[in-house]
């Protein structure tokens, strides 16, 4: 049977696939995906793919269509059931395959659903997502064959391996927050091995999402943490996303650490066995990340937004530790190099153990600045990075200082603003940070300024601003 498959082009991501289930995305999909990454791996002389699945009610179904089309392609498929995204990502070193895909739909609404990508141990994203796309509407796979399918429950080595680096010296209280994502199963198994008392909030797996949306990077989504964590007097409080690669944070007074504040807590400790090393963030977080990594001992990197481009960059370097914004923070000190939330957390813990002071102390330790929370506002995808690259001309002909790693980045006097393209949506997306008020509102007039000149209107800045 000849085979052919048309993706909604919507669906095909810089760094998955992902789409609206019985709209943009459907089990064809799913089974075009398979036929056509296995034929990918095949054609570079590997066989066996590792599949997983979140906890979304859409993705038993698209696990089952996703299997079938990379057996049809004659892969050998290890399928490790519904768990975590980094749990695929370990089942991938562990079993040493040679691709990997889990159908998950990240933070997105309960009727959003995805695939996330690896081949021969890298991040599949960019160039080969669309290389994909256009080998399935070519009908360009390799020929019809029987592969075959197996299960393997990874679970436990996976926690084993997790708990490997747990290196606290004294039992803490701790507060997780699932959030019913795909963690919970691994997560309840994972605190009944931790020293300390544990407290697992909303541990069900349900794709229906009915506590709270599983993004804790969005302040009302920690609400629940927030309360616990003061209601039982705990150190700290954890939180995670939809599929647990991105983490959020509480300390014990209820105040959110940002991505960047985690990283620089983290930080201090790797550089303690790395001396000298890089670490990297990215555009979006705060100056005061890079400075404290300076202040370490460290070399400071700033990088593009977006997993994918974080891992690569982290490989090219040898950086020992990276991390984002959104909460993806990745390991390779001791760990694999992926973003992995649940290990981000068993080594934030041992850290937090180790201070011999509350969490609170250090963090009201950092030096305060405000900043703007990410702004994000609407331009079409064939006019978004048009519009970058316009504001780029105008600020290098003013002799501004900028940055261009990842859009603009603006640093005066004041402090800094940034400006770029987001590579999965249509829209445009804004940040600043300050020292003063006065400070943060010339460097929104700037921001302001820039985007009137390309025709666009500014965003609303009448929102809080957040501390940081």
């Avoid at 021969?120 to 160039?127: L, R, S, V």
């Avoid at 069900?204 to 003061?230: A, R, S, Y």
């Avoid at 990297?280 to 481009?309: C, N, R, Y």
Wanted: include cysteine.
């Amino acid at each position: 049977m000849s085979f052919r498959h048309d993706f909604d082009p919507t669906s095909l991501r810089e760094y998955d696939i992902r789409g609206i289930v019985g709209k943009t995305l459907h089990p064809e999909d799913a089974f075009a995906i398979g036929r056509t990454f296995a034929s990918m791996v095949i054609r570079q002389g590997g066989h066996s793919v590792v599949i997983g699945f979140d906890g979304r009610l859409s993705s038993p179904v698209l696990e089952e269509a996703l299997v079938k089309g990379a057996v049809a392609s004659g892969a050998e498929v290890i399928r490790i059931g519904c768990g975590p995204t980094p749990m695929l990502y370990f089942a991938s070193v562990a079993l040493k395959a040679d691709g990997a895909i889990m159908v998950t739909g990240s933070h997105n609404p309960p009727d959003y659903n995805g695939f996330k990508m690896m081949s021969a141990g890298k991040p599949f994203y960019g160039d080969q997502i669309r290389e994909l796309g256009r080998l399935a509407a070519n009908g360009d796979v390799v020929p019809a064959a029987e592969g075959t399918s197996r299960r393997e429950d990874i679970s436990s080595a996976y926690i084993a391996r997790l708990l490997q680096d747990y290196d606290g010296s004294r039992p803490l209280k701790v507060v997780w927050d699932n959030g019913n994502s795909a963690a919970g199963d691994v997560l309840s198994r994972l605190v009944k091995e931790l020293p300390g008392e544990h407290t697992v909030l909303f541990a069900e797996i349900d794709g229906h999402f009915p506590n709270h949306h599983p993004d804790p990077t969005v302040p009302k989504n920690l609400q629940d943490l927030i309360h616990k964590v003061e209601e039982t007097g705990a150190d700290l409080g954890v939180a995670f996303d939809g599929d647990a690669d991105r983490i959020g944070v509480v300390d014990d007074q209820g105040q959110i650490l940002w991505g960047d504040q985690i990283l620089v807590l983290l930080a201090r400790d790797v550089l303690r066995n790395h001396p000298g090393a890089t670490i990297i963030a990215d555009v979006k977080a705060s100056k005061v990340l890079f400075d404290e990594v300076a202040k370490a001992g460290g070399q400071p990197l700033m990088w593009k937004t977006g997993h994918s481009l974080v891992k690569t960059k982290m490989a090219e370097t040898k950086s020992p530790l990276a991390g984002e914004m959104s909460g993806h923070i990745f390991f390779a000190d001791k760990w694999y190099g992926f973003d992995d939330a649940l290990y981000a957390a068993v080594r934030f813990i041992g850290i937090v153990s180790r201070l011999g002071k509350p969490l609170s102390e250090v963090r009201s330790a950092l030096p305060e600045t405000i900043s703007t929370p990410e702004l994000r506002f609407d331009c079409d995808d064939t006019r978004k990075f048009g519009v970058i690259a316009e504001v780029a001309k105008r600020l290098r002909k003013e002799g501004a200082d900028v940055s261009e790693i990842d859009g603009v980045r603006v640093n005066t006097d004041d402090g800094w603003w940034l400006l770029r393209a987001s590579n999965t949506q249509a829209v445009l997306v804004a940040r600043a940070e300050a020292l003063t008020d006065e400070g943060l509102g010339r460097l929104k007039q700037a921001l302001a300024v820039q985007l009137e000149a390309s025709g666009l209107a500014a965003p609303d800045f009448s929102g809080e601003n957040a501390g940081h």
